[in-house]
């Protein structure tokens, strides 16, 4: 359900969006896919947020690649944690339409910014 509204969300702001079921599958699509940045909440079956974003950083292919983390569990060490495993972002739920689709914009014109 949260995955569905999010994904509407981004479309209805022009983004094409790649869905994963879990974070054995979100990890499984990065070696297909090399989307511009990556969303994942804590709370997924399979693998956690943070294991997946740990294993992004720690892949050559993908150690770049913008990651904001979106999740209910907004406690400060959840937040820590999400951003010294290399989340570019932490976000809590809810969130608004809006508030998400400036978010994805900011991360993507960082990394723009970077490879200058």
Do not use: H, W
């Not at 997946?52 to 950083?57: I, W």
Request: hydrophobic residues 40%; aromatic residues 4%.
């Amino acid at each position: 359900m949260a995955r569905t509204l999010l994904r509407l969300m981004l479309v209805r702001a022009g983004f094409d969006v790649t869905e994963a079921e879990d974070g054995f599958d979100a990890l499984n699509k990065l070696k297909e896919d090399s989307p511009d940045v990556m969303i994942l909440d804590v709370m997924m079956p399979g693998i956690d947020g943070f294991s997946v974003c740990e294993a992004v950083r720690e892949a050559s292919a993908t150690s770049d690649l913008p990651i904001i983390m979106l999740s209910a569990k907004t406690d400060m060490e959840s937040v820590n944690k999400g951003l010294r495993l290399g989340a570019n972002k932490y976000l809590t739920k809810p969130i608004s339409p809006e508030e998400l689709t400036s978010q994805v914009r900011d991360v993507l014109q960082e990394r723009i910014n970077s490879q200058k």
